[in-house]
């Protein structure tokens, strides 16, 4: 290595300690990420379409139930007519945007939650000469800001795409347009070309019974005493992740749960990231919002932290009432 090289990494730490400087002398600068933080991930930027939410057309409106969070999804005009007719051969330039925003209860009355702040933004732009390995599909996530968060561009939108490999009959597309109009509700027209409508989401979720060796010992403590069975979720998602993976995908081990009474839980191959749920033992019963009985769910998430932030993993913990499945 000349000195010019080794000077360079020297250089461009001591920008990250600058900008950190009134923290530098309390804690290691921590590692600068080079992908957050940007305008662009994957050439795409939210801010180019700040006005999606006037100018699109608004597709539907989904609520976890979870987090609490509400998210509304957007299509232009190329990607609208596409869906309307029930195609799913989209064109390039076709564009999906999604908002996540978090809700509050309302000081002025408090019988229903209100937006409270966007969370991110989300955007799937279809170009297939661009985007090969996505089925043509172009993704990108941005904070509240309209920045990056960080990590690879490129694996990232390969995780992206793992999840939304789930749906080949709506051309990847989750989202089914609602009308909100009056009768509701009203009977979802699902978009596909072999028209399968029956087939539920969970369905394509493949869970297997496992015991508990070869699981991450942080998995493995976590879960209620006495457990020695647990349901793991595979397939591509073990393999093909992010963080986000993890958050999305609770809502479907809560029910797997439920469903099982066994814990369930997707880990990553490498086994640093796993999202876990499984019935409070402690309390079990507990009242939905609606009035109706629901079961009280733990749901957790791990992320074993390596180099320099070992032993700082980030664990998250969430107890919420989820309805009793039929
Ligand atoms: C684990 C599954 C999963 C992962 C991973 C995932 N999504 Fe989605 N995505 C969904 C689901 C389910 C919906 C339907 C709307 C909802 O539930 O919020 C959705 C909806 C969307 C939409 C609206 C169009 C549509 O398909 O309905 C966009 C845009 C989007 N996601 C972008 C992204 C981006 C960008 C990433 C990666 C940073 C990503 N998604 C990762 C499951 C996933």
């Known amino acids: 290595m000349t000195f010019r090289h080794k000077l360079l990494p ?4 001591s920008l990250c300690v600058g900008l950190f400087a009134s923290l530098a002398f309390a804690e290691k600068p921590v590692p600068h990420d080079p992908y957050a933080g940007l305008d662009r991930m994957n ?3 939210i801010k180019e379409f700040a006005d999606f939410t006037s100018k699109w057309t608004f597709i539907t409106v989904r609520y976890r139930k979870d987090t609490g969070e509400m998210r509304l999804t957007y ?6 007519r596409t869906l309307k007719e029930g195609n799913i051969d989209y064109p390039d330039g076709a564009m999906f945007a999604k908002i996540g925003l978090m809700t509050a209860d309302d000081p002025g009355f408090v019988s229903s939650l209100v937006p409270s702040g966007a969370k991110r933004y989300q955007l799937m732009v279809m170009d297939r000469a661009k985007n090969k390995d996505t089925d043509g599909w172009g993704y990108a996530v941005f904070d509240a800001n309209g920045t990056t968060f960080g990590d690879d561009p490129i694996e990232k939108q390969n995780a992206c795409h793992a999840c939304h490999k789930m749906v080949p009959e709506r051309g990847y597309v989750f989202s089914q347009p609602v009308k909100l109009n009056m009768g509701l509700p009203m009977k979802l027209k ?8 029956t087939k539920t989401l969970t369905s394509r979720l493949k869970f297997e019974t496992t015991k508990l060796d070869g699981l991450p010992e942080k998995l493995v403590k976590e879960l209620p005493a006495g457990a020695t069975q647990i349901r793991v ?3 591509e998602l073990e393999k093909t992740n992010f963080q986000g993976t993890f958050g999305e995908i609770r809502p479907s081990l809560a029910m797997e749960s439920l469903k099982s009474d066994l814990p369930a839980a997707l880990v990553s191959e490498n086994k640093r990231f796993f999202s876990l749920a499984f019935k409070d033992p402690g309390k079990p019963a507990c009242e939905m919002p609606n009035g109706k009985k629901g079961v009280k769910m733990k749901v957790v998430y791990v992320e074993v932290q390596r180099g320099e932030k070992k032993n700082k993993d980030i664990i998250e913990n969430l107890s919420y009432c ?5």
């Not at 020297?10 to 730490?13: D, E, F, G, I, S």
């Open 10 to 13: 020297l250089a461009a730490a």
């Open 43 to 45: 050439g795409y930027s």
């Open 75 to 80: 299509a232009n005009d190329s990607a609208w």
């Open 190 to 197: 699902i978009n596909s070309k072999d028209d399968e409508p």
């Open 233 to 235: 979720l595979r397939g």
């Open 322 to 326: 989820d309805a009793l499945s039929d």
